[in-house]
């Protein structure tokens, strides 16, 4: 090195070490530099966390339409069954009134019961089973009691007498059953 060289690095040295006068203006950019970085990752930090939250909301979003897709193939036809249920109501109140009629020819009876028949295992086929028979307990998930009597040989919320029966399409009830409950 030569002589000039050195003694240029000897001056920088000493300029770097010795303390800078305040208002000088190499400190104010400093100042101002250090005020921009923070600046600026306080908005990094916000939008990391905004972007770590709008990641979170969509996954939330997909596993919810998941879910409703899952329930829309799995629960498919509840709609068409529960439109029948009305249906097989009205066959099963005409049976029974035939049933008990002699004067109604025996091949129109067996004919109904083959008709409920078929419906029943229709019925089983799609997981549809129904529920509400008299000497169950009142369960307000699965029967509405449209009416309450009183009993003495009956059990405090025991169903006495079912108007309609209850259904339920896999493990979802479609409609409830409509009982007479037992109150003591």
């Given amino acids: 090195m030569s002589p000039k060289e050195d003694k240029k ?27 921009v970085i923070e600046e ?24 919810r339409k998941e879910k409703e897709i899952l329930d829309l193939i ?29 004067e109604v020819d025996q091949s129109l009876k067996e004919g109904m019961a083959l008709i409920l028949s078929k419906v029943e295992k229709i019925f089983f086929d799609r997981e549809v089973a129904s529920f509400g028979e008299a000497g ?13 009597r009183q009993e003495e040989d009956k059990n405090d919320n025991e169903i006495i007498e079912v108007f309609e029966k209850g259904y339920k399409y ?4 479609i409609r409830h059953a409509k009982v007479v409950v037992n109150k003591t």
Wanted: hydrophobic share 35%.
């Fill in 9 to 35: 690095k000897k001056q920088v040295r000493k300029k770097e070490n010795t303390p800078v006068k305040k208002g000088a203006k190499p400190v104010v950019k400093i100042n101002k530099d250090k005020l």
């Fill in 40 to 63: 600026l990752a306080k908005q990094l930090t916000k939008l990391e966390d905004k972007q770590l939250r709008l990641k979170a909301e969509f996954e939330n979003f997909r596993k």
């Fill in 74 to 102: 799995q629960y498919e036809g509840k709609d068409v069954l529960k439109a029948m249920i009305s249906v097989v109501d009205d066959l099963e109140r005409l049976y029974a009134a035939v049933e008990n009629n002699d």
């Fill in 136 to 148: 169950e307990l009142l369960d307000s998930e699965l029967h509405d009691a449209l009416m309450v």
């Fill in 170 to 173: 896999r493990d979802r009830v």
